[in-house]
Structures are given as structure tokens and as C-alpha cells.
């Protein structure tokens, strides 16, 4: 991947309001790419730095490694999470939220 598409994606994630969430697949469209998995690839290998978890599965559940974590990130800023996912309706960003 070149270095400009994977500078977008963090930028994208980078973006996303605290107390707002946005799915693999809503950064991937944000920023033109097809791929949310390759969303997912960047914030594993260099997205420590970032608020990774803003970012969500498409149904608003998290990985099953990082859920206590994101979990915990995700209630300290005040979203929702009912049944062990995001209620997304509630926080999810609009697309265009990059400024």
C-alpha cells in the first residue's frame, strides 16, 4: 500500500469525535477505498497512536481480543452499548466528517 492511502485512513480515523464511532467500512468509504479490511490492516500495524476504538464491525460489535478494552474506551466518552455492541444509530459519525 502507498503511502498516501495509508496516511488517509489514519487521518480518517484520526477524525472521528470523541463520543462518535464510525465502522471499518464507513473509514474506507470516507477516504475512497473499497476495502474496509484494509482499514483494519492499518489501525493493527500503525494505529496505536490513534482512536482505534472508534472504529467498529459493520453490526457494531468489536473483535473479540480488544472488546473489554474498546468497551471500556468507548463508555468513558459516553457511548452507548446495549447486547455487547455500539448502538450505532445513536453515535455514528456522518459521512463526511472528515474537515
Same mark, same amino acid.
Given at each position: 500500500?502507498? !503511502?498516501? +492511502?495509508?496516511? &488517509?485512513? $489514519?487521518?480518517a480515523?484520526?477524525?472521528i469525535?470523541? *463520543? =462518535?464511532?464510525?465502522?471499518? *467500512?464507513?473509514?474506507a468509504?470516507?477516504v475512497?477505498?473499497? %476495502?474496509? $479490511? #484494509?482499514?483494519?490492516r492499518? @489501525? %493493527? !500495524?500503525?494505529g %496505536?497512536? #490513534?482512536?482505534w476504538? $472508534?472504529?467498529? $464491525?459493520a453490526?457494531?460489535?468489536?473483535?473479540?481480543?480488544?472488546?473489554?478494552?474498546?468497551?471500556? =474506551?468507548? &463508555?468513558?466518552e459516553?457511548? !452507548?452499548? &446495549?447486547d *455487547? &455492541?455500539?448502538? @450505532?444509530?445513536?453515535? +455514528?459519525?456522518a459521512s *463526511?466528517?472528515?474537515?
Amino acid at each position: 500500500m502507498d !503511502e498516501a +492511502r495509508h496516511e &488517509r485512513i $489514519r487521518a480518517a480515523v484520526a477524525a472521528i469525535p470523541e *463520543g =462518535r464511532v464510525a465502522t471499518y *467500512g464507513d473509514v474506507a468509504a470516507e477516504v475512497g477505498e473499497a %476495502s474496509a $479490511r #484494509l482499514v483494519g490492516r492499518v @489501525l %493493527s !500495524e500503525d494505529g %496505536s497512536d #490513534l482512536p482505534w476504538h $472508534r472504529v467498529l $464491525r459493520a453490526n457494531g460489535s468489536s473483535a473479540p481480543q480488544i472488546l473489554d478494552e474498546q468497551h471500556a =474506551r468507548l &463508555r468513558a466518552e459516553g457511548v !452507548e452499548i &446495549r447486547d *455487547g &455492541r455500539v448502538v @450505532l444509530a445513536n453515535h +455514528r459519525v456522518a459521512s *463526511g466528517w472528515i474537515t
